[in-house]
């Protein structure tokens, strides 16, 4: 045996070069664009004839590789270069969405010639995002008319489902911020989605991409505030996005707040550390006492990891309520407090599902430790209480009701008796 070791056998072949045939086509949208171009010419004005006419050229253009240039030639009427201006080297059409009249009309035609493409060719979907968030990028390339056109199609198109209200974390960018172009332009498009739909809608949609709590984003830093938010918009007719803007701002507090107490009892801080703490919010941030108690209830019972037995959690609700009373009481100085509490409570009760039968029992504790009065007990049993849970609850309360009844009757006969 040789001690050599034996060589690896080698691949040996001729290198073929590509055909040409076989390599990737290069990108180029002269010819597409030519085409389109020429297409929209000739239908001109006449927008169902431009939808007709971009359904049937879907066939024969590649729309998927040519997208971009596609939605550039319908909004601006050629290809865009960075920043917003039209390239000099390519034929253009006059007939696009910023040579059309500025109308809200005109605008829904136009939304209708997109929509009714995206829907014929799904693929473009994407594409059509990636564009409008680019053309708001560019808005400080366009002239004043050609963004309130833009705004008024994206109002339209956010309204009918056809945009995602991502696509409005563009006019974030720092520049349009700084030069006032992304809030002149919200203000044209939340006009024309709100007319579309409603404030509802607006803030469903804004909600669902977390965009709800970023509109303040569209000042500079500086001018950040709601209360300059809410000047800008309801000096332009928006009173309504202004409100929702303060909603916001105030469920914001109420969130931070909660955490805030949930952390201070946690941490064994002295019950008089934290009201005194609570009342320095409510001068702070302008929160009423109903609203405090609200936080107040939630944040003391989500302290605990209840009991999911009903015949334990009660005992222990009892327990940690009595506890924390101090607190509650605090911030029941008015009767308005006080029912806000017990609203609460019955919602709270309602909601987990355990607590059904504990209801009587917490809202007794909190009468006996003067959190609540009989007043106020009985403006909830006879028209303040909530529907939820209505008849479970009224039944449970129906006894210690007639007793409250019968003690104030019987306090009225003595106080006569005494004035005889």
């Known amino acids: 045996m040789s001690n050599q070791k034996q060589q690896k056998p080698t691949l040996t072949g001729q290198r073929f070069k590509t055909r040409k045939r076989d390599e990737k086509e290069r990108f180029d949208p002269t010819q597409f664009q ?9 239908t001109g004005t006449d927008l169902e004839a431009v939808a007709k006419f971009l359904d049937s050229s879907g066939a024969k253009l590649d729309y998927r590789r040519y997208a971009e240039t596609l939605f550039d030639i319908l909004v601006a009427g050629g290809m865009l270069a960075p920043g ?12 696009c969405l910023f040579t059309a009249p500025e109308d809200v009309k005109t605008m829904k035609a136009y939304a209708q010639v997109f929509n009714k493409l995206i829907r014929r060719y799904k693929y473009l979907e994407k594409g059509f995002e990636e564009e409008i968030k680019k053309l708001l990028l560019f808005l400080k390339g ?15 198109l956010l309204a009918n489902g056809n945009l995602s209200s991502l696509i409005l974390g563009s006019l974030f960018n720092d520049n349009l911020v700084k030069e006032g172009v992304s809030p002149a332009f919200a203000v044209v498009l939340f006009k024309s989605w709100i007319s579309e739909k409603d404030i509802n809608s607006v803030a469903a949609s804004l909600r669902k991409v977390s965009m709800d709590n970023r509109l303040t984003e569209l000042f500079p830093v500086n001018k950040r505030s709601y209360d300059h938010f809410a000047k800008y918009f309801t000096d332009a007719g928006l ?35 934290i009201i005194a703490y609570c009342r320095e919010e409510i001068k702070k941030s302008n929160i009423s006492e109903q609203r405090m108690i609200g936080i107040m209830w939630t944040s003391v019972m989500s302290l605990v990891e209840w009991n999911k037995k009903e015949e334990l959690v009660t005992e222990q609700s009892i327990k940690h309520l009595k506890q924390h009373s101090p607190l509650l009481k605090a911030f029941t100085t008015q009767g308005l407090s006080e029912v806000t509490l017990l609203l609460r409570i019955q919602e709270y009760c309602y909601d987990n599902i355990h607590f059904m039968k504990s209801f009587q029992k917490i809202v007794l504790l909190l009468y006996k430790v003067d959190v609540v009065s009989e007043e106020a007990i009985l403006k909830w049993y006879t028209e303040a209480h909530l529907a939820k849970g209505k008849s479970v609850f009224l039944e449970q309360m129906k006894k210690f009701v007639e007793w409250l009844k019968n003690a104030e009757e019987e306090s009225e006969s003595e106080e006569e008796t005494d004035e005889d």
Not at 84 to 95: E, H, I, Q, V, Y
């Open 84 to 95: 917003g201006a039209l390239s000099d080297d390519m034929t253009r059409t006059p007939f």
């Open 34 to 42: 030519e085409s389109i171009v020429q297409g929209l010419n000739q």
């Open 142 to 156: 366009f002239s004043e008319s050609e963004r309130n056109k833009l705004a008024m199609l994206t109002g339209i």
């Open 239 to 273: 009173k309504e996005l202004s409100d929702f803007a303060r909603n916001q701002q105030s469920l914001g507090t109420r969130k931070e707040l909660q955490k805030e107490l949930q952390d201070q009892m946690s941490q064994g801080i002295p019950f008089k550390e």
